[in-house]
């Protein structure tokens, strides 16, 4: 699956991204945590600004885990 976004919608994002962790269900913030992710301590802002500037682009994020009810799952960011 291929989505683009388009960078005006992740920086409305990132302005409420603080505001989205209060709905994430509470163990899939811990697993996050247990793994070493932390949404809270992500600056969506600074990310973008780099983005804009040109200091980022290519491959961000790679994320792959096993789930035992949907098996493998990839995740792939990048900034195109």
Sequence with gaps: MNI????????????????????????????MEKQGVNLADLNI???IAQIDAGLVSGHLVDIDTEDPEEGHIKVEVFVD
């Design 4 to 31: 683009n976004i388009p960078l005006s919608l992740v920086r409305a994002a990132g302005k409420m991204a603080g505001f989205g962790m209060a709905f994430m269900p509470k163990d899939a913030r811990e697993e």
């Design 45 to 47: 802002q600074e990310l």
